[in-house]
T-cell receptor, first 113, second 115 residues
């Protein structure tokens, strides 16, 4: 069965600084990979997804993620963080043939002014 | 296009009672999934319905059940509530087929508190 690890429970950055959130997955083949964001009191919103092809994918709100097969990673990045980016970020993986993502435990992003 | 709507948004129940939560998916979506979110366990998959049939099921006791109607609206029910059932219950809809596998559209959730 597939699994997802987000090693950082909390990340604190200053507004305007760059951001990288880590995600590692465990799955025998190339999975489908996702990043979702959850603002306080809200449901989850899809930021970006990787199915195949170019390993650097662009998402909404200026986010991007890079798939690295050799490291089983799918890290999320943003060059300059805004205060409104403070939220919970979830990495998710879907095994081939399934429609049900497995979510990581999430990383809480705190943005200091 | 209207998003995923969950009702009620907040509710308080006591142990032993039962609760029913409702979810209206995005128009045209035939798959509805339910997740339980708690600080200790994160996001845990409950079940998924596709075209009125339960297609996938997570590892929850039989007290948790669901159904889907012909218009794709879904309900989940929790019977004999326990304190540990206090959580945010999230509903997500998707096409459930084709290449959009795993791409979910979430509602804002139903916050259940069990006293």
């Amino acid at each position: 069965a597939q699994s997802v690890t987000q090693p950082d429970i909390h990340i604190t950055v200053s507004e305007g600084a760059s951001l990288e959130l880590r995600c590692n997955y465990s799955y025998g083949a190339t999975p489908y990979l996702f990043w979702y964001v959850q603002s306080p009191g809200q449901g989850l919103q899809l930021l970006l997804k990787y199915f195949s092809g170019d390993t650097l994918v662009q998402g909404i709100k200026g986010f991007e993620a890079e798939f690295k097969r050799s490291q089983s990673s799918f890290n999320l990045r943003k060059p300059s963080v805004h205060w409104s980016d403070a939220a919970e970020y979830f990495c998710a993986v879907v095994a081939g043939g399934s429609y049900i993502p497995t979510f990581g435990r999430g990383t809480s992003l705190i943005v200091h002014p | 296009k209207a998003g995923v709507t969950q009702t009620p948004r907040y509710l308080i129940k006591t142990r032993g009672q039962q609760v029913t939560l409702s979810c209206s998916p995005i128009s045209g979506h035939r798959s509805v999934s339910w997740y339980q979110q708690t600080p200790g366990q994160g996001l845990q998959f409950l079940f998924e319905y596709f075209s009125e049939t339960q297609r996938n099921k997570g590892n929850f006791p039989g007290r948790f059940s669901g159904r889907q109607f012909s218009n794709s609206r879904s309900e989940m029910n929790v019977s004999t509530l326990e304190l540990g059932d206090s959580a945010l219950y999230l509903c997500a809809s998707s096409s459930g087929q084709g290449t959009n596998t795993g791409e979910l559209f979430f509602g804002e959730g139903s916050r259940l508190t069990v006293l």
